[in-house]
């Protein structure tokens, strides 16, 4: 069972001209995680130490997973992901243990990429809700603090965290030597749901299709739903036995997506 809270990847088959957008925060990913790993002699040359632990927040569906994942197929790394939530509402009683395992299957499968998704369910400032969870969640996060400070910035082992609640986390996990590079990634502008769209549908046959007015008809949209408008504008010419997918499969995808409550919710909170 506790497999699935660690997911483990050899070299994830993701590549940066999958993403659209986000050139700015790809490069910063890219200097705090890969080059310690790919051209650790330049930090020497240099004199200067990596960060030790790179958080990205931002909303869901935003390209957090996806940038991680591209950067250890970059850097040829061994990809690791687990989930805060799964960790602390699955696994109660475990979590301070699976950190440990996380750390020691990192270690073993070097170079490699920590990655922790939702680290805001393992670290969160105290609610006072009382439940009984909370001191187990806190026992989990202690483990996390303490493979972190025991942890060597120049090794082969980087650890990179996402929530889209940063304005939650518990401040000991942003501390130098923890968390110390955080990196916003944004909604996408127009240009680059542009580019998400024109990736999400390279392999689609268009008709008459103008990417430029559905990215201005996509504001406040993420790449995952904009890869859903792609994949339900192609659905909607499969109903219709067509051959190519037209503008207004598109359009009535978009008014489709706009309206799912999952959207709706984020749109308003
Ligand atoms: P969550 O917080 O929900 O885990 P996330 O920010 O990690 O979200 P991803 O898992 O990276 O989001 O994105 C989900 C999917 O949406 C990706 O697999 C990808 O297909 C698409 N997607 C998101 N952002 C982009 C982008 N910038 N370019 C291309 N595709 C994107």
Excluded: W
Aim: one cysteine or more; proline letters at 4%.
């Amino acid at each position: 069972a506790r497999i699935r809270v660690m997911e483990l990847d050899s070299s994830p088959d993701v590549s940066f001209d999958q993403i659209g957008g986000l050139a700015e925060q790809i490069e910063e990913v890219r200097e705090a995680v890969e080059y310690p790993l790919t051209r650790p002699e330049i930090f020497l040359q240099v004199g200067v130490e990596p960060p030790k632990g790179i958080l990205l927040h931002g909303s869901p569906g935003t390209g957090k997973t996806l940038i991680a994942k591209a950067v250890a197929h970059e850097a040829k790394a061994t990809f690791i992901r687990m989930s805060g939530s799964e960790l602390v509402h699955k696994f109660i009683g475990e979590g301070a243990q699976l950190v440990r395992e996380l750390f020691t299957l990192a270690r073993e499968r070097a170079p490699s990429i920590i990655f922790i998704d939702e680290i805001d369910a393992v670290g969160s400032i105290r609610t006072n809700d009382g439940t009984s969870g909370s001191a187990e969640v806190q026992r989990t996060m202690m483990q996390l603090l303490a493979e972190m400070d025991g942890f060597n910035n120049r090794g082969d082992v980087r650890i990179m965290a996402a929530t889209n609640r940063v304005d939650m986390l518990d401040p000991a996990l942003l501390r130098p030597g923890r968390f110390d590079r955080v990196i916003e990634i944004p909604l996408p502008d127009k240009g680059s749901r542009r580019s998400i769209l024109s990736i999400h549908s390279r392999n689609m046959t268009l008709s008459n299709v103008d990417i430029d007015l559905l990215a201005e008809m996509t504001e406040t949209f993420t790449g995952a739903e904009l890869q859903s408008v792609c994949r339900e504008a192609g659905m909607m010419a499969v109903r219709k036995k067509a051959s190519a997918i037209e503008q207004q499969d598109f359009i009535a995808a978009i008014r489709k997506i706009r309206t799912d409550p999952a959207t709706d919710e984020r749109m308003f909170t």
